[in-house]
């Protein structure tokens, strides 16, 4: 979900919306300042930039618990991650929200989580709870990392646009596609296991020397990648990017929409469907987590149907549980993947490492 990110949320911040950095905590310590009763107390949510959530939402959850939240954005995915194994047993907040498949290992094997199975979590499939046995963390939300195009760059030029890895190394893509570096991007890092995935631990070297040979572009983040090299995006149309091809999300076409000035009927981006890899965002209780109390009654929340039905218009992301309905807006513009690659959580603790240098070495030099 970078993730984050969903990353996608990061899209709503380039187009000028505002993300939620904490929710009530002031006006509820005024209103229990003139009521006579003691203010609630505070739990404190780290996450990765992307992090959003509507304050109706937030304020529901104080209703029902007592607790304020407080949200600590701690920069990208990875970032974020790395700030927590470093303050491991002293930690910013009481739940960590945004550690991903592509990084979940590096957080186990530090750990910086403590065991929670979380209520409710009987409602989301099994396929998602990847430390079912120990329930370190638990899962919130998916989604899949894919190639978006500019639809009407492919109109103009009457050109299809493509559909699959095989295609994106096609001379009639050629200096088409930007992608991140899988060392500072979460996409950047689902691409580069959505190419393993699809062409082994030895072939995707060889795909890689092909997307090179077809001059594919390197940057270092999703928002550069998005906003300034993509021709498709509302960023990308302000700074000229000149690239119609580019590595980010399939939920990303809904946020064009929602967010365009004036908003189109028709997403002007699409998503290439057999270029995806299926990202999974977990939430934990932090080991030396102040608030542990507070911690787990918010993790329950973040599975909640208030919650995960809140997700998709605020980080643009799919809710795991089973109840939960997704909007108009998400299903209408939005794209299902049926066959995301994928990738066992022990296969990329192993790889992960040695897989980023062997592409340094392959891409960058």
């Not at 065991?115 to 370190?136: F, I, N, S, T």
């Not at 999703?222 to 590595?247: C, H, I, M, T």
């Not at 809140?310 to 992301?317: A, G, I, N, T």
Request: charged share 25%.
């Amino acid at each position: 979900m970078s993730i984050k990110k969903a990353a996608a949320a990061a899209l709503v911040a380039a187009l000028g919306v505002t993300t939620l950095a904490a929710c009530g905590t002031d006006d509820a310590r005024e209103a229990a300042g003139k009521s006579g009763t003691p203010a609630p107390k505070t739990v404190t949510l780290v996450s990765h930039d992307s992090f959003n959530a509507s304050k109706e939402v937030l304020a529901e959850f104080t209703k029902q618990t007592g607790f304020t939240v407080k949200v600590l954005k701690s920069g990208d995915a990875g970032e974020a991650v790395n700030k927590e194994i470093l303050t491991k047993g002293s930690p910013q907040g009481d739940v960590f929200f945004g550690v991903d498949n592509t990084l979940l290992s590096r957080a186990l094997d530090n750990g910086i989580f403590v065991p929670y199975a979380a209520k409710g979590l009987d409602r989301v499939p099994e396929a998602y709870q990847l430390d079912k046995e120990q329930h370190r963390v638990t899962p919130i939300d998916s989604g899949d990392i894919c190639v978006n195009y500019d639809k009407k760059y492919f109109a103009d030029k009457k050109l299809a646009p493509p559909v699959t890895f095989d295609d994106l190394a096609k001379p009639a893509y050629r200096n088409l596609l930007v992608v991140e570096n899988p060392e500072r991007s979460s996409p950047g890092l689902g691409f580069l296991l959505g190419t393993a995935a699809k062409y082994g631990d030895e072939g995707w070297q060889d795909y890689w020397k092909k997307l090179k040979a077809n001059g594919v572009k390197t940057v270092d983040s999703w928002e550069l990648a998005y906003n300034q090299e993509f021709s498709g995006s509302a960023g990308g149309k302000q700074a000229k990017g000149d690239r119609p091809l580019v590595v980010s999300y399939a939920s990303s076409p809904p946020v064009e929409v929602l967010y365009g000035e004036p908003q189109p009927k028709v997403a002007p981006t699409g998503v290439s469907t057999g270029t995806c890899f299926r990202q999974t965002e977990f939430a934990g209780l932090l080991n030396g987590a102040k608030n542990p109390e507070g911690g787990k009654a918010l993790i329950d929340f973040l599975i909640s149907k208030k919650f995960q039905e809140d997700m998709p218009l605020q980080m643009f992301v799919n809710p795991v549980a089973k109840d939960a309905a997704l909007p108009e807006l998400f299903t209408q513009h939005g794209v299902v993947v049926d066959k995301p690659e994928t990738m066992a959580p022990e296969k990329i603790a192993e790889k992960r490492d040695p897989w980023i240098q062997q592409w340094s070495s392959l891409v960058l030099k």
